[in-house]
């Protein structure tokens, strides 16, 4: 039997990749302190710890217990406005909490390790299809943890030969796979127009004078269920040995405009709508999207949903949530 540890297990991102190791037949163990997430996301039958990752002897205590071939770190603190008011947090959380998973790896003899990085690592790139090769230039205390977690996973490569890892540079994930799952960000695109659609308040854009063809800012979209795919994908390739890169870009090489988005919403839902247009939102860029070729090749990375999909999946999964 094969079973990874899953940081963060309960959380919007963690919970659909519970569900792509099921479906792989690739038992889940969650671990998850429950700041973000909901411990019903996790399906029957899992095991799960209530516990912080920051704490290396009951990681290690996990990881002997069950035995486990790798580890899925995806735990984090994951709000980038937000981290500039919190850094101390966030590097406690993204920092000291990645130092102890691999120091617990280390302690238990685990060998195969997938890390969740960001889009963020590159801040502001200056091309339209940002490439794994592009200068990391990270803008935010978020960023420079993911950063750094990238870091501390080659150094760890370095020093203990034996260990695998690959780190997964996302984008903007959205969608559900499945309606038991979705994503409650205070903080992101499709959450806060969802919330904004349900409360009867009209969505708002952040900034239509921006250099991109709408005046919107255009990013990545891609969805979760694709993403949980590979994460598999990616957790399969290092158990059998096969060569991997430090890392990948998760993006679909297709940019969408927040205007776009809101016309999706305003078509997929039972809610038609004119978004109201505010003012720019600190720090944005105007276009941020990734090639995921490499992603493509190495990690079964391919777009199984639309954009229209996106949206029906996120609303749906959230309606069913409605309390
Ligand atoms: N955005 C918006 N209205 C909102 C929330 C977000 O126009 O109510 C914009 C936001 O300013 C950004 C884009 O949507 O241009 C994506 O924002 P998100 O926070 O989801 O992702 P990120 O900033 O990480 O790309």
């Known amino acids: 039997m094969t079973t990874w540890l899953?940081?963060?297990?309960?959380?919007?991102?963690?919970?659909?990749?519970?569900?792509?190791?099921?479906?792989?037949?690739?038992?889940?163990?969650?671990?998850?302190?429950?700041?973000?997430?909901?411990?019903?996301?996790?399906?029957?039958?899992?095991?799960?710890?209530?516990?912080?990752?920051?704490?290396?002897?009951?990681?290690?205590?996990?990881?002997?217990?069950?035995?486990?071939?790798?580890?899925?770190?995806?735990?984090?603190?994951?709000?980038?406005?937000?981290?500039?008011?919190?850094?101390?947090?966030?590097?406690?959380?993204?920092?000291?909490?990645?130092?102890?998973?691999?120091?617990?790896?280390?302690?238990a003899g685990v060998e195969r390790y997938v890390f969740s990085s960001s889009a963020s690592v590159y801040g502001t790139p200056d091309v339209d299809l940002v490439t794994e090769d592009q200068p990391l230039h990270p803008e935010s205390p978020y960023g420079e943890t993911k950063l750094i977690g990238e870091w501390l996973a080659a150094d760890q490569v370095r020093a203990r030969p034996s260990l695998r890892a690959v780190c997964l540079r996302y984008f903007n994930v959205v969608g559900s796979a499945t309606d038991e799952v979705y994503d409650s960000s205070p903080h992101n695109l499709f959450p806060i127009v969802i919330e904004a659609l349900l409360d009867g308040r009209t969505?708002?854009?952040?900034?239509?004078?921006?250099?991109?063809?709408?005046?919107?800012?255009?990013?990545?979209?891609?969805?979760?269920?694709?993403?949980?795919?590979?994460?598999?994908?990616?957790?399969?390739?290092?158990?059998?040995?096969?060569?991997?890169?430090?890392?990948?870009?998760?993006?679909?090489?297709?940019?969408?405009s927040?205007?776009?988005?809101?016309?999706a919403m305003a078509a997929n839902t039972d809610h038609d709508f004119t978004p109201t247009i505010g003012p720019r939102r600190a720090g944005d860029p105007d276009r941020i999207v990734a090639n995921g070729d490499l992603a493509a090749r190495d990690l079964d990375w391919t777009m199984r949903w639309d954009v229209d999909q996106m949206v029906r999946s996120a609303w749906s999964a959230r309606i069913a949530h409605r309390s």
């Open 203 to 256: 969505p708002r854009i952040n900034g239509d004078d921006y250099h991109t063809p709408d005046g919107t800012c255009v990013r990545d979209y891609v969805h979760v269920g694709d993403l949980a795919i590979s994460h598999v994908a990616a957790a399969k390739a290092l158990m059998d040995g096969r060569d991997l890169l430090p890392a990948y870009n998760l993006g679909s090489g297709e940019g969408l």
């Open 6 to 107: 899953v940081t963060g297990g309960a959380g919007y991102i963690g919970a659909h990749v519970v569900r792509a190791f099921l479906d792989e037949g690739i038992t889940p163990v969650v671990i998850d302190n429950l700041s973000s997430g909901h411990a019903e996301f996790i399906p029957d039958g899992v095991a799960f710890v209530e516990g912080d990752i920051t704490d290396t002897a009951l990681v290690e205590q996990i990881l002997t217990e069950h035995r486990c071939d790798g580890v899925m770190h995806i735990a984090g603190f994951k709000y980038a406005g937000v981290s500039v008011e919190r850094p101390l947090h966030t590097y406690t959380q993204n920092v000291t909490g990645t130092v102890s998973m691999l120091e617990a790896m280390a302690r």
């Open 258 to 263: 927040v205007r776009q988005i809101m016309d």
